[in-house]
């Protein structure tokens, strides 16, 4: 999704690679130290996804467009450090490499895995049905450990969509980031793929285990990121479980309020943050987005489906940004400016705002706009509850 890494953000993600052809004296393991060093500090990005300090209604728009940046980059990222490497130099050659106790910046000694053209058959994902076969694998292991902290499936060195996608499974604690330092087992699934109906891109990201601390608010969660109108905007999609004990203990200065907000919204402990916005890719960035919070399977226009004729604050969307982040929010339909991406009418491969808000929170199958829900856009509470509990054991290393 290059648009997505050269727009989403004025910054984009850049990995500096050396000439190739002054590093063919140098043996792989050491190329690859070099190339990984950059690659995997500037991929994971140092920007938590909704950090506990600005976390108000909108933080999740503030924060998500700098997350998905480095998580957009790491793949392509990875694989160019593999190229450069020289493993893709023999098209259609068979590698199975282990390389022992290499040293990576921040890491420390790693043995990383290698199987180029060499299939891995049956692996499944929570962004797809059934399994696939992918033509290469990379493994990131730190020396000793039982688990990897870094596993990459893909088919193709040149491009991320077509054939079985790319499939990227990883633990931020390990790459010695300070951001992530306290994240503990948090495991983030990412999926990269196309489709032909609602835009011909999308990544999908998913993660468990998360500490519901001040680095990590919440437990589970799932985030799509959809190209679409042509590549001229982009589709942003996700719902995220927060719990309302873990939430007062990050911010005990508003226990009281989240106390109340707990008991109007019926007293349960775990809450949903769902939340759709389109944005324009071309400056400035102008972005539509719809928001609300449910404790249920259900989700209603206003917070736990609270009346706004009592509760103003109830009432979220439509909030309205730009390169310069929030503009406001609490507005009708009608009352969003034209030139910003419209809150109900979208077109032959794309969502209006409405729609991508619907789709969001239904489950597998359910006809929603112009197609049935797909595998990798599921969200809803029923989906993250069984990742949380096991039922669903795909968002896992292989």
């Not at 196309?194 to 990544?203: A, D, L, P, V």
Request: aromatic residues 12%; charged residues 15%; proline residues 3%.
């Amino acid at each position: 999704m290059k648009k997505i890494i050269l727009f989403l953000l004025f910054l984009g993600v850049s990995v500096q690679v050396s000439d190739f052809h002054k590093q063919t004296r140098k043996s792989e393991s050491t190329i690859l130290s070099e190339m990984l060093m950059e690659t995997i500090q500037l991929g994971f990005g140092s920007e938590k996804l909704w950090s506990a300090t600005s976390a108000d209604n909108w933080g999740f728009v503030r924060q998500s467009a700098t997350w998905a940046r480095g998580n957009s980059g790491i793949i392509d990222s990875l694989i160019l450090a593999l190229k450069n490497a020289g493993y893709f130099n023999n098209p259609g050659v068979a590698r199975n490499d282990v390389l022992t106790n290499v040293n990576l910046s921040g890491f420390g000694s790693a043995t990383l895995t290698i199987k180029i053209n060499t299939p891995t058959a049956n692996i499944a994902s929570t962004a797809y049905t059934g399994t696939k076969t992918f033509n290469h694998f990379f493994e990131i292991k730190k020396t000793g450990a039982s688990i990897p902290s870094l596993q990459l499936f893909f088919d193709n060195p040149d491009t991320t969509l077509g054939n079985a996608g790319a499939l990227i499974y990883y633990r931020l604690v390990d790459f010695g980031n300070p951001q992530f330092a306290n994240v503990g087992d948090v495991i983030t699934e990412s999926y990269t793929g196309n489709e032909s109906i609602y835009g011909t891109k999308f990544q999908t990201y998913s993660w468990k285990n998360g500490p519901e601390n001040s680095s990590w608010i919440s437990k589970v969660g799932r985030v799509i990121l959809t190209e679409v109108d042509s590549g001229r905007q982009l589709c942003f999609r996700s719902v995220v479980r927060l719990s309302f004990t873990k939430l007062k203990e990050i911010n005990p200065s508003n226990a009281s309020n989240l106390e109340t907000l707990k008991t109007f919204c019926g007293g349960n402990d775990q809450i949903y943050y769902v939340l759709a916005y389109m944005q324009k890719f071309d400056l400035p960035f102008q972005t539509t987005a719809k928001a609300t919070f449910t404790t249920v399977a259900t989700k209603a226009e206003t917070i736990c489906a609270l009346p706004a004729s009592s509760f103003p604050g109830a009432k979220l969307s439509y909030g309205i940004f730009n390169i310069n982040g929030y503009v406001t929010d609490q507005l009708e339909a009608n009352q969003v400016p034209s030139d910003y991406p419209s809150p109900t009418q979208g077109g032959s491969d794309f969502m209006s705002v409405d729609d991508a808000f619907t789709r969001t929170y239904v489950g597998l199958g359910a006809l929603s706009g112009q197609t049935n829900v797909l595998q990798y856009e599921v969200s809803n509470k029923t989906f993250l509850d069984q990742v949380d509990n096991g039922t669903i054991t795909s968002l896992s290393f292989k």
